[in-house]
Antibody, heavy 121, light 109 residues
Framework: EVQLVESGGGLVQPGGSLRLSCAAS????????MSWVRQAPGKGLEWVANIKQDGSEKYYVDSVKGRFTISRDNAKNSLYLQMNSLRAEDTAVYYCAREVDSSSWMAFDIWGQGTMVTVSS | QSVLTQPPSASGTPGQRVTISCSGSSSNIGSNTVNWYQQLPGTAPKLLIY???QRPSGVPDRFSGSKSGTSASLAISGLQSEDEADYYCAAWDDSLNGRFGGGTKLTVL
């Protein structure tokens, strides 16, 4: 079965750090661009970052540049999001998602179940 | 507010055809393909349309997408009660950012 499973969410104080993981299975992970997308409580979807198949290209939404780092380990079929200097406005459900193919940007055909990150004192 | 503009709400009766619009600019919809998602409460989004008008396998042909210039539309024909959900458009932006629309809440009356 093709699936993505996120982990690592939780409650963290403002200024703190958290590392999210996304375990992929059922497909050739190294063949796909991967993204993180978040959704604040009661709000819409927001793209956070993406990474090329070999990790050589990474892009970020302006609001997380310099604070978040996306990475992947193709040997472990895993995607990561290192989040530093967290702010209250980073509170959201974080989803990892697979892009359909390299020519269909922002077309995510597989999503994880999401992991909740709460930034609060 | 979102770079891609959607109406906050839409509605229709069972069997009706409804459309949801998504307006962008030359740097996103005008130069990149558009995708559409359906999100039911408490669940992850589901890809409905990609590359402007392509349906992933398993998506009913009641759902269709189109794009013209810097705008795109999602059409749902033969509206069913289970179509009640939030719908989002999405496109890449030439500023090297991914963009989602603000979302449209569809109510089946």
């Amino acid at each position: 079965e093709v699936q993505l499973v996120e982990s690592g969410g939780g409650l963290v104080q403002p200024g703190g750090s958290l590392r999210l993981s996304c375990a992929a299975s059922g497909f050739t992970f190294s063949s796909y661009w991967m993204s993180w997308v978040r959704q604040a409580p009661g709000k819409g979807l927001e793209w956070v970052a993406n990474i090329k198949q070999d990790g050589s290209e990474k892009y970020y939404v302006d609001s997380v540049k310099g604070r978040f780092t996306i990475s992947r380990d193709n040997a472990k079929n895993s995607l990561y999001l290192q989040m530093n200097s967290l702010r209250a406005e980073d509170t959201a459900v974080y989803y990892c998602a697979r892009e359909v193919d390299s020519s269909s940007w922002m077309a995510f055909d597989i999503w994880g179940q999401g992991t909740m990150v709460t930034v609060s004192s | 507010q979102s770079v891609l503009t959607q109406p906050p709400s839409a509605s229709g009766t069972p069997g009706q055809r409804v459309t949801i619009s998504c307006s962008g600019s030359s740097s996103n919809i005008g130069s990149n393909t558009v995708n559409w998602y359906q999100q039911l409460p408490g669940t992850a989004p589901k890809l409905l349309i990609y590359s402007n008008n392509q349906r992933p396998s398993g998506v009913p042909d009641r759902f269709s997408g189109s794009k013209s210039g810097t705008s795109a539309s999602l059409a749902i024909s033969g509206l069913q009660s289970e179509d009640e959900a939030d719908y989002y458009c999405a496109a890449w932006d030439d500023s090297l950012n991914g963009r989602f629309g603000g979302g449209t809440k569809l109510t089946v009356l």
